[in-house]
């Protein structure tokens, strides 16, 4: 019962609080996959936006491994990410986002 209740107000303070990243509190794994994609993104973020639009290139490529997305699903993610693009180049939370989403 106790579990059940820290658990609810765990969520409804995760609900409530801007930012706060509820899974990551639950699965540190979780967490660390999410700080190796924003390390991935923010550190080559002007020269990954050129290569999604390129079509692919070493910083893409590392951005897919550190979220994980299966290398056979990679050429259709990045279709998406370029069609997307415009709203990366104005917010790179977003693509780390995508990236994780991709990733699973």
Known sequence: MIRFLALSALLTVG????????GALVDPAE??????????VKSAYPGLLDEIEAGGGPSIGAAFDAAGVP???????????????????????????????YGG
Do not use: I, K
């Open 15 to 22: 609900a409530c609080a801007q930012g706060l990243n509820v």
């Open 31 to 40: 967490a660390q996959r999410r700080g190796a994609v924003e390390v991935a």
């Open 71 to 101: 290398p056979q699903d990679r050429p259709a993610r990045l279709l998406q990410l370029r069609g997307d693009l415009g709203l990366y180049e104005a917010n790179p939370g977003a693509l780390v986002a995508a990236l994780m989403l």
